[in-house]
């Protein structure tokens, strides 16, 4: 081999090389390409808003909901779901609550996360405080600790038969007498 | 790479596979030499769900034993592993969720289930999507479920937690909890607890969006991709409503897509997934069900799109055009099958291995671009079981292995006197409520092209027997198929996160810098 012949050499083992790294699919930096610039080595910032947070609870309802009135705040998800039996609890031996049921309606899919809130009423229809109920079937989340159990469901799943779920109500400043319920979270499988 | 003289391209065609040892497996059948080629363009596939088995059940379902789906006819096969890794650990979880899955196939990292964008340690990882626009490749995102799922996600989009998709934050959905039930504290990166439909609304890291989940998004995120450039179809909302319901919002259609020209493009077609096919074919004609494209509706479409879009980026490898990168998702194999449900679920390979076709058809004819399907992991054990027999899950006892004792394991197996065969479909009585009805257990049964005629599906007479194990995703490895330049690469049995190392240097011709 002629010197005049070495760059021809050269160029051909760095096309062999890019070709062994195409065919076998290996890491070799010595196989780019001279044209190529880097692309972008990690993703790129891009600027965002503060993520949204769900519409806050009207602070009063007029007029104000009939005594023991369990009411549906229409929203992203209330198309998907079937809830029935709504019932609120608000006796002076128990902690308030709103109970039910909910069943995914729309989608075929398992339900891997539900969040129910319950905005409370009093007679008046002012707003008293909230309470919410969370339900996770999948992820790692699904197997890391739990919330209280009043908090998370268990048993069925939501796209099958349902679940039944309870919305406590802690910390309120005075008795529910209504309640209006919101859906801000609904994921399928 | 420049073209070279075919003599020479031979040659070294010939050394880098003769070095290459093992590159084309016994189970490749290379029909063209494709590494001379110019990859300009990537198409990658995935059936959600989608194991070994639901493509062979497929295959007898509609083509018979004897035929082949579009997606067998891809000259190079091979298999994908597929497992995860717990968080904050390197440690193997040995099935993994959708989020995981794409992650590693989208960043090259194994991740824990629920991740999406984030490596095992919540660290923002780079996504091949991310790359390949900011390189200057156009870029799809085509998804049946919504655009916010796991799978679409991981390529376009960065959350610690897969539920965090919106349209508002949430704790529960966006922070991971620690053992004692308590959240994590949010991190310093607001991005990965940034809903995924806002994330996506900003990032402009896909042109061409085509899919589910209208209710994921607001009306501030149609200004915000419309300020981009993106042709947005049918409507987010109302801007004046403090959310957006179904009444609010207007979901895409079908023809709107078939109008749509935009260099950028976003249409969501359902306000949550795309409709399954099974059932969009039952409904009346007016169904607003029936205004949803198909999947190979959305794939031709982005495709055409994505191959007309002229680019402008600072990537130049030499070529006479900018390429593109494209995924494309079947979701709702995984959804049906999680359910037991063979007769959608088979009718959603189909409409998968319609969409394969597109992209293989466009492929032929273009010659630079890169075809691979696969799935991200296998769904409920499915399985192919001999006409007229039935699963242990159905015995009334545990059936006994007459083998058991036998070192040699050479007897005739018999399991006569334990098990439940029912003479209809066997569906036994360990099923649990509901077994009374045929219609509700395994084995689902279904006629074949072979069968003769007046079998119906549902009877014992019907040829494919199916049954499920879980209803849940499994460990098993996923098949692969490839086509095109750089195929033969796929041609091998490897891990999920070596497909993002693999399409890495398809699009840009060399090696990932992290890797």
């Not at chain 2, 039952?282 to 494209?293: H, I, V």
């Not at chain 2, 959804?335 to 032929?364: G, P, T």
């Not at chain 2, 334990?418 to 569906?427: H, V, Y």
């Not at chain 2, 330049?485 to 049995?493: D, K, L, V």
């Amino acid at each position: 081999m002629t010197l005049t012949h070495l760059p021809r050499a050269a160029a051909a083992a760095t096309a062999v090389a890019a070709l062994l790294a195409l065919a076998t699919g290996c890491s070799d930096a010595g196989a780019r390409p001279a044209a190529a610039k880097d692309p972008v080595p990690a993703a790129s910032p891009v600027a965002l808003p503060a993520p949204r947070s769900a519409p806050s609870p009207q602070a009063a309802l007029s007029p104000a909901p009939a005594a023991g009135e369990v009411r549906v705040q229409q929203g992203p998800f209330t198309d998907r779901v079937q809830l029935t039996g709504l019932r609120l609890t608000a006796s002076p031996s128990s902690s308030p609550s709103v109970t039910g049921h909910v069943a995914i309606s729309s989608d075929i899919s398992d339900t891997l996360a539900l969040e129910i809130t319950a905005a409370y009423y009093d007679a008046d229809g002012r707003l008293l405080g909230t309470g919410s109920f969370h339900h996770q079937e999948e992820g790692e989340e699904a197997h890391a600790g739990h919330a209280p159990a009043q908090q998370h469901a268990e048993g069925p799943r939501a796209a099958g038969a349902g679940i039944d779920f309870t919305v406590p109500a802690d910390g309120l400043t005075g008795t529910p007498a209504s309640a209006v319920l919101t859906i801000p979270v609904l994921v399928n499988e | 790479m420049r073209r070279r003289p075919l003599k020479t391209l031979t040659v070294l065609a010939i050394a880098a596979s003769t070095a290459a040892g093992t590159a084309a497996t016994a189970n490749s059948a290379p029909q063209q030499s494709d590494s001379r080629q110019d990859i300009r363009n990537v198409i990658y596939l995935l059936g959600d769900g989608m194991g070994r088995t639901h493509v062979t059940a497929a295959r007898d379902r509609f083509m018979g034993p004897g035929g082949k789906l579009t997606m067998e006819t891809l000259p190079h096969t091979g298999a994908v592993a597929t497992y995860a890794v717990e968080k904050n650990s390197a440690k193997p979880a040995l099935v993994t969720d959708s989020a995981s899955s794409a992650t590693a196939w989208a960043s090259g990292v194994k991740t824990y289930n629920a991740a999406i964008g984030v490596d095992a340690y919540e660290k923002k990882v780079a996504t091949l999507m991310e790359q390949a626009h900011a390189a200057g490749f156009a870029t799809g995102n085509v998804s049946t479920a919504e655009v916010t799922d796991a799978t679409p996600a991981a390529q376009f989009s960065h959350a610690l937690l897969r539920g965090c998709q919106g349209p508002t934050y949430s704790d529960a959905a966006c922070l991971p909890k620690k053992e004692d039930g308590s959240y994590e504290q949010a991190p310093a990166d607001k991005t990965l607890v940034t809903p995924i439909a806002e994330q996506i609304a900003r990032n402009g890291t896909a042109d061409v969006i085509l899919g589910g989940g209208l209710a994921r998004f607001e009306p501030d995120d149609q200004k915000a991709l419309q300020a981009q450039g993106y042709q947005v179809l049918g409507s987010f909302g109302d801007p004046k409503l403090p959310a957006q319901t179904a009444a609010s919002q207007k979901a895409a259609t079908k023809a709107d897509l078939d109008k749509a020209n935009g260099k950028k493009v976003i249409g969501l077609f359902n306000r949550g997934n795309l409709t399954v096919e099974h059932n969009k074919a039952a409904l009346p004609a007016d169904a607003p069900q029936k205004q949803e494209p198909t999947l190979a509706d959305m794939t031709r479409k982005s495709i055409q799109l994505l191959n007309e879009r002229k680019q402008g980026g600072s990537y130049d490898r030499g070529k006479s055009k900018k390429g593109f990168f494209l995924q494309v998702e079947g979701a709702q194999i995984d959804k049906r099958s999680h359910a037991n449900d063979a007769s959608q679920a088979l009718d959603e390979i189909k409409a998968f291995d319609d969409a394969v076709k597109a992209a293989y058809e466009f492929a032929k004819k273009d010659g630079h671009t890169l075809v691979i399907v696969t799935a991200d992991h296998e769904c409920a054990g499915f399985n192919i079981i001999e006409k007229g027999t039935y699963t242990n899950a159905e015995a009334v006892a545990p059936p006994s292995n007459t083998d058991g004792g036998n070192p040699a394991n050479n007897s005739v197996p018999s399991r006569s006197s334990s098990g439940a065969k029912d003479p209809a479909r066997s569906s036994g009585i360990v099923n649990g409520t509901g077994s009374g009805d045929a219609k509700n257990f395994g084995p689902a049964t279904f006629r074949t092209p072979d069968d003769p005629a007046g079998v119906k599906d549902g009877s014992p007479e019907a040829s494919l027997w199916l049954t499920y194990l879980s209803g849940n995703h499994t460990g098993a490895d996923v098949p692969i198929y490839a086509y095109g330049p750089n195929g033969g690469a796929f041609a091998a049995s490897q891990n999920n996160t070596e497909l993002y190392g693999k399409m890495y240097r398809s699009l840009f011709g060399r090696s990932p810098q992290q890797h």
